[in-house]
């Protein structure tokens, strides 16, 4: 038997156990072809453990994560519990307590995807968001007076350190040396407003991508105006590096210009530590059960776990089969409900693909 590989699998709430299911269907079939052992070590985490126990994520299983090669996350989030008590106790809690400060979202169009930009194909939509993950306003700092008053205060701060925009620069810097398509990494920030946190990004960007990556151009966009042009020409981007809340919300708006969330994949990576993969849209609560939830999103996260753990040919397998059903014309859309294929069979037509 070749390598072996521990993974935690944290189904979740909603869908995320059906997805992950599909998810980890077409990964035992890349493992078994390319001689490696993939061994899921389940957790139930999340809505239903935390109505029943009050627990969210117990300090113990981070250390048991620490442990890990991986982690293969479905989804948080429950209709029944208060919003901020899942994704901060148990989404936001491993990703400060393993230090995942880079969170990866390719924007990639497959081919055979049906894309909502008029005149947009494959060949216009394929770059990649390198979001600060563990910074910024998602910190927590900042606080309440006066509450319940007419002059109630609320804050919640923009914090950064340069130690924590160093090391996420730097990671964007050589990803877009590895990918070598464009060679250009795109600051996004709010310079023009933020001119604190703004100046300090730009100045880090600029002296990183100097003294280490001459090779690599260097480019600036406002957070606004990159919204805009993801719906007028994304095919200007390569490689983008922007703080927390403002790589939060551009790649919702990503993944709905490569087809929705039904493909949206991401990593929430510590490049020294464990990582963990999920498919970016929510529990999807009101398809629960149904085998009509779309798992390629989750199929895809696979794929990057993959080449995080360093089966880069596993996970090319897993992503041009992901491709081959896409062109296969039998994925009617991408969106739940309607994809002509149940969770199942999109499961099973992927795993048939893997070669
Ligand atoms: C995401 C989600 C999370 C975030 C929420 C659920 C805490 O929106 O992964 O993009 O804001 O990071
Ligand atoms: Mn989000």
Known sequence: MGRTYEIALLPGDGTGPEVIGEGVKVLKVAAEKYGLKLNFNHYDFGGERYKKTGETLPDSAIEEFKKQDAIYLGAIGHPDVKPGILELGILLKLRFALDQYINLRPVKLYEGVGCPLKDKGPEHIDFIVVRENTGGIYTGQGGVAKKGTPNEIASQLMVYSRFEVERCVRYAYQLTRKRNKKNMLTLVHKTNVLTNCGDLWVR??????????????????????????????????????????????????????????GIAAGGNINPEGVSMFEPIGGSAPKYTGKNVINPLAAICAGAMMLENIGEEKAARAVENAVQDALKSGKIKSLSAGKMGLGTKEVGDLVASLVK
């Open 204 to 261: 880090v960007h600029k002296e990183i991508g100097d003294k280490e990556f001459p090779d690599i151009m260097q480019d600036y966009a406002h957070v606004d105006a990159t919204t805009m042009w993801f719906i007028k020409n994304p095919e200007y981007f390569d490689v983008i590096v922007t703080e927390n809340m403002f790589g939060d919300i551009i790649t919702d708006l990503g993944a709905m210009i490569q087809g929705g969330m």
